[in-house]
Each structure stands twice: as structure tokens, then as C-alpha cells.
């Protein structure tokens, strides 16, 4: 059974900072396609950012140059670094498998919001 539990996520200020994890199980953690998505209030889920298998990574415009997504295949665990935080990156954050194109969203999201 596939499980992706979310963390990290909490209340910051604009400006700030914070890092999300994603703990997964029940698949080949170091063969799977990972991405993150967000969902803010009375919206569509947004895709955020991809990394492959490869260790290439995809961001969402909005976020480049703030968010960081990185893999630890030994820990079977999935990051997103989020610097520079502004009220619009205010959302409930998912991990999922698979690409911008074609995700699934398997855990609960962890919510981040920004607000002074």
C-alpha cells in the first residue's frame, strides 16, 4: 500500500521560510517520479515543482528561485525548501507521484500559511 505522509508545515510570516517533508512507503521510493502540489483555499490543485529519478527538478514559475525540491533515497523521503515565502504561496501542500502532467495525490497535505 502506498502511503505519503506530509509534514512541516506551520504558520510564517512573509519573508520567511519553511521545509517541508514527505515520509513515503510501500514502493520503490528510488524508481519513482515525485512532485509537489498545492491546493489554496476555494481553488484547483497547482503542481509545484517535479523531481525525477535522475535528480532533475521543475518548478512552477511563482516559485523559482524560492522553492528547493530534493530527494534522500535512503531515508524514502521527499523535501521542499520554501525561502522567501509570500501570502499567495498560502496553500494546503501535497506530495504525489508522478509529474506535472499526470500526478496522484496518495496523503493528507500539510497547510502553510503566510500571513504577518
Known amino acids: 500500500e502506498v502511503q505519503l505522509v506530509e509534514s512541516g508545515g506551520g504558520m510564517v510570516q512573509p519573508g520567511g521560510s519553511l521545509r517541508l517533508s514527505c515520509a513515503a512507503s510501500g514502493f520503490t521510493f528510488s524508481n519513482a517520479i515525485l512532485s509537489w502540489v498545492r491546493q489554496a483555499p476555494g481553488k484547483g490543485p497547482e503542481w509545484v515543482s517535479t523531481i525525477n529519478i535522475a535528480g532533475t527538478t521543475y518548478y512552477v514559475d511563482s516559485v523559482k528561485g524560492r522553492f528547493t525540491i530534493s530527494r534522500d533515497n535512503a531515508r524514502n523521503t521527499l523535501y521542499l525548501q520554501m525561502n522567501s515565502l509570500k501570502p499567495e504561496d498560502t496553500a494546503l501542500y501535497f506530495c504525489?507521484?508522478?509529474?506535472?502532467?499526470?500526478?496522484?495525490?496518495w496523503g493528507q497535505g500539510t497547510q502553510v500559511t503566510v500571513s504577518s
Open positions: 504525489a507521484t508522478g509529474s506535472s502532467i499526470s500526478w496522484k495525490r
